[in-house]
């Protein structure tokens, strides 16, 4: 975690790792540090990585594929789901399902009417500077004051998010990160005041959490 610091930690096969290990990752997550207690010492390490993970849908990997090859029982589909603890899951603002990539798509030329990765880059720096210049530092680091600030929301979004977290059983810090990835959802979209839309597409983002994968 700490030589990721300032950089990507990228899990694969996330649910194939221990449990224990995994759990450890929760901390860091939202402190940016990481405190090693040996005998008598202690030490912190910094440790601000961003969190990236992949996983199979299930077990045999095919369940939701276009084959209808899974054979998975819905036991053993929420076994091995179940090792991705709630309050870790918390933490995973992103979740999104990838379909498999059919071969002929993979060979075909790139979509032309694509947007390009340079533009893509000049969306992505210009809403970083207005994170940095509306509080100094991104998004993703608001403390629940500094959100209660810089991501007002009127009471009919405020019911919209409400009911979604009770339909998806999400805590009070997941009620916080929606909200945080709705904020740079709509600094992507250059948009001042955080809308409806925007919400309800940081909570379409996460997948899991719906029950949609
Ligand atoms: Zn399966």
């Given at each position: ?67 209808g090859k899974c054979r998975c029982s819905p036991d053993q589909v929420g076994r091995y789901r ?132």
């Amino acid at each position: 975690m700490t030589l990721s610091h300032r950089g990507i930690l990228f899990l694969d096969e996330l649910p194939e790792f221990d449990r224990g290990v995994l759990e450890v990752l929760r901390e860091p997550l939202e402190s940016g540090q990481i405190t090693i207690s040996r005998a008598a010492r202690q030490s912190d390490f910094p440790a601000r990585f961003q969190l990236v993970a992949a996983m199979n849908p299930c077990p045999c990997g095919y369940l939701g594929d276009v084959s209808g090859k899974c054979r998975c029982s819905p036991d053993q589909v929420g076994r091995y789901r179940g090792r991705i603890s709630g309050p870790l899951l918390d933490r995973i603002d992103l979740q999104l399902f990838v379909p498999r990539v059919e071969r002929e798509a993979l060979i075909a030329a790139v979509d032309p009417g694509a947007e390009s990765s340079e533009h893509v880059r000049s969306r992505v720096t210009a809403a970083s500077r207005r994170q940095a210049e509306r509080a100094g530092k991104p998004n993703a680091q608001l403390t629940p004051r500094e959100i209660e600030r810089d991501c007002p929301v009127d009471a009919q979004t405020r019911g919209l998010l409400e009911a979604a977290m009770t339909r998806m059983g999400l805590s009070a810090r997941a009620y916080h990160r929606v909200l945080k990835v709705a904020r740079t959802i709509a600094d992507l979209a250059g948009a001042q005041a955080l809308a409806a839309g925007h919400v309800g597409e940081a909570l379409r983002l996460r997948e899991l959490d719906r029950g949609q994968i």
